[in-house]
Structure formats: structure tokens, C-alpha cells
């Protein structure tokens, strides 16, 4: 048997149409991408970092006077009301200081009362009975002091006209010695002795007279001295009466305020005073604690320069929660309420955002859409402090414009290079 053959040849040519469809096919996929990427839309957004914050700020208590911390009633974290106590004052201290103060203050007063009759300023019948006593008794002193010196004064005057009789006579006996020896009657030894007891009594005359004078201008300098002094006394008791009157002003308002309370719903919160501890009035630098309203909360993010331009008021955000995670709850609808007008100092950025956050960044608000997070038919309320995260749309490009972005940053980074 003869093998099997072809009895004429056959010539196979190759088809051109798989290529061509294949060549169209990708021409088609370019183009749609190109058109594609010309026209499609590409979100642009920003993520930012914030925390929960209550409308009003935290209130800071500080104390209203000057005390020891008797008894703490309220926790940290604890939810308080208007009028709540929050602690007690030790009022035993108070207490002692106001009744020695104004035993104190009774004493200084009668004496400064007392001191203006004396210089002439007061009214001697204003005076109590005990205010009598005390004015006689220093009167009477003041009195043995201005006659003792008042005697003094006056044997001196006693001592000068004995004087003056003393040297009227000795001239007399001198003119008459001087008579006698004119007659030859008398020596001019008795002569001299008459004339040098008349110097004599005139030397002790003006020596005398000196001393007078010495002894009434002390007078008259302890008179207007004892007046200075009480003067002085009188200011010296008027300054310490006003020490007085405030110590027991505060020792009375420590009394009436021996409780501080509240003065808004909150949480207590940065409690810093325990029983024993000393506080100062009014020390807002270090604050008894404070109190964070439960007031409807909202959101302060902080925007980076790069997206400050196109974040406008009103504008939305959804927030996620750092307590609650995204993949297991729902965001939180937001919008954008008020933007700050300047950017955060050096020193706030570190302390809002911490050492990594690099550029300039702008503190702004956000008003939330519900103060409880929704997870399905539950209602878990929100904290103040919470921190969170939200994400800003700032702006729809192109999706070419992305790309051509990336090769304009190369360009100019070469640029740069050169």
C-alpha cells in the first residue's frame, strides 16, 4: 500500500487580525486612560490632629484667702454640680487669729485715741471710761516730766535776780571805795578787791543766764520732742492697725467661706490639695484644681500652612476618634466653625503638637454634629480631652495634574541642583 500524500501544495498565509485587534485594543485602553486621567476627579484631603474640648474653657478654683486645707470631699474625675463642696477650710487657726486681732486692735486704738487728746486733736469727753484712766495716767507722767523741768527753769531765774541784786550792791561798794581813796580815805587794795568782786558777780551773772537759757529751749525741745514722738507713735500704731483690720478681715472671710463649692457642673479635674495642705489666696499659678464644664463639646484641630488656604468656615470633616477605632466605628460628621487668624508660637506648637510637628500649623474649631458617638442602637457619650483625628476635603484635581505635579517637583528640585 502506497503512503498517503498531497497531491497538490498548499501555501498557508499569515492572518493580520489578532495584531490589529490587540493594536486597537491598546491604542483604545491609552486613549481612555489619557481622557480618563484629563477629566476623573481626585479628592485631595488633609488628615489633622486635635482633641475634645468643652465650649467653655476648664475652670481654675483657687482659694479665697489664705488657709490650711482641713478636709478634701470630692475625687479626681468625680462629676460635681453648682454648689457642691469641694473642700473645708481649718477654721481653728481662723478663729484664734480673729479674737487676738482684735483684742489687738482694741488696745491700739484706745492708745492712738488717747495720744491725739494729748497733742490737742482729740475731744477728752470722747474718751471711755478705761480710755480716762489710761490719759490721766500718761497726762500725769508728761506732767512730772514738764515740772521737773519747769523747777529747773525756775531756781535758774531765782539764781540770776539774786545775781543782779548781788552786782547792783558790789557796784555801789566799788563807786564808794573809789570815793574813799579819791579822799585818802581808803586803800587801793579795797579798790581792787571791790572791782574784782563785781567782775566776778557778772561773770556768774551771764554763766547764769546761759544756763537759762539752755534750760528753756530743752523745755521748749521736750515739749515739741514728746510731740514728734507721739506723732510717730500714732503712725506706727495707724499701720499696725490696718495689719490688723486685714488679718481679721481675712480670718472672717476664711470663716464665712470655711466651705468652697462649685460654681459649675463639671469634672473634677488636676486635683492638687490634699488635708494638711497650706494654699495662698488667689493664686492662679497654682490652682486648688479645676473644674471642666460638661458644657456641649467641640473639636480644636490644628491645620498645617499648606492646607490654611482652602479650609474655609463651615466647610465639613469627618472625625474618628482615638478611643473608638475607625475600623470598628463609624466616623463623626463635623464642620468647620471658626479658623484661627495666626499661626500657633514655637512654644505652643511644641506643647499642643510636640516636638515632630514641623512648619507652621493654625488652631481651628470644629462644631460636632452629635455630642455621642452612634454604634448601632447605643449611644456612647464623649469625653472631653479625647484626642482624634480629622479628615478635611480641601479640593477635587485632576488626576493628570497629580502626575504632573510629581514631574514639575522633580524638575525644580533639579533646578535647585544646578
Known amino acids: ?36 486621567a484629563f477629566w476623573a476627579p481626585l479628592p485631595e484631603t488633609v488628615i489633622v490632629q486635635g482633641k475634645l474640648q468643652p465650649l467653655r474653657p476648664a475652670q481654675a478654683v483657687t482659694a479665697p484667702v489664705a488657709g490650711v486645707v482641713d478636709q478634701v470631699t470630692v475625687k479626681e474625675g468625680q462629676q460635681v454640680q453648682a454648689g457642691t463642696v469641694l473642700l473645708h477650710f481649718d477654721t481653728q487657726k481662723a478663729t484664734a487669729q480673729r479674737d487676738a486681732g482684735r483684742i489687738s486692735l482694741a488696745s491700739l ?16 469727753n470722747a474718751l471711755t471710761p478705761e480710755e480716762r484712766e489710761l490719759y490721766r495716767n500718761q497726762e500725769q507722767e508728761q506732767r512730772g516730766r514738764q515740772s521737773s523741768e519747769a523747777a529747773s527753769l525756775a531756781r535758774s531765774q531765782v539764781r540770776i535776780q539774786g545775781l543782779e541784786r548781788s552786782i547792783a550792791t558790789a557796784e555801789t561798794v566799788a563807786e564808794r571805795y573809789q570815793q574813799l581813796l579819791q579822799a585818802g580815805a ?12 563785781l567782775a566776778q558777780l557778772q561773770s556768774d551773772l551771764e554763766a547764769e543766764r546761759r544756763e537759762e537759757q ?39 472671710l476664711l470663716l464665712e467661706s470655711s466651705s468652697l463649692t462649685a460654681s459649675t457642673d463639671g469634672v473634677v479635674f488636676d486635683l492638687q490639695v490634699r488635708p494638711g495642705s497650706v494654699v495662698q489666696r488667689g493664686d492662679s499659678n497654682r490652682p486648688l484644681l479645676r473644674i471642666v464644664p460638661t458644657d456641649a463639646l467641640q473639636a480644636k484641630v490644628y491645620l498645617p500652612n499648606s492646607a490654611i488656604g ?18 470598628d466605628f463609624s466616623d463623626l460628621p463635623a464642620t468647620v466653625q471658626r479658623i484661627g487668624s495666626d499661626a500657633l508660637t514655637p512654644e505652643q506648637q511644641r506643647r499642643e503638637l510636640g516636638l515632630d510637628a514641623q512648619g507652621l500649623h493654625f488652631p481651628a474649631i470644629l462644631k460636632l454634629s452629635s455630642q455621642t458617638l452612634q454604634v448601632g442602637r447605643r449611644s456612647l457619650p464623649l469625653q472631653a480631652g479625647m484626642s482624634l483625628t480629622a479628615s478635611l476635603h480641601l479640593r477635587d484635581r485632576r488626576f493628570i495634574s497629580a502626575i504632573t505635579g510629581l514631574f514639575d517637583d522633580k524638575r525644580r528640585s533639579l533646578e535647585r541642583l544646578r
Do not use: Y
Request: aromatic share 6%.
Open 109 to 124: 486704738e484706745r492708745q492712738f485715741k488717747v495720744n491725739q487728746v494729748l497733742l490737742g486733736e482729740g475731744i477728752q
Open 214 to 252: 539752755r534750760l528753756s529751749a530743752n523745755q521748749a525741745a521736750g515739749i515739741a520732742s514728746r510731740n514728734v514722738s507721739l506723732r510717730k507713735e500714732n503712725e506706727r500704731l495707724r499701720q499696725q492697725m490696718q495689719v490688723l483690720r486685714r488679718q481679721i478681715s481675712e480670718a472672717e
Open 1 to 36: 500500500m502506497e503512503p498517503w500524500s498531497f497531491n497538490q501544495p498548499v501555501l498557508l498565509n499569515k492572518t493580520r487580525h489578532a495584531s490589529s485587534v490587540l493594536v486597537w485594543t491598546l491604542v483604545g485602553a491609552t486613549g481612555l486612560t489619557t481622557l480618563w
Open 186 to 197: 581808803s586803800s587801793e587794795l579795797q579798790v581792787l578787791s571791790a572791782r574784782e568782786r
Open 310 to 327: 482652602f479650609v474655609q468656615t463651615g466647610q465639613r470633616a469627618d472625625i474618628s476618634l482615638i478611643a473608638f477605632p475607625a475600623g
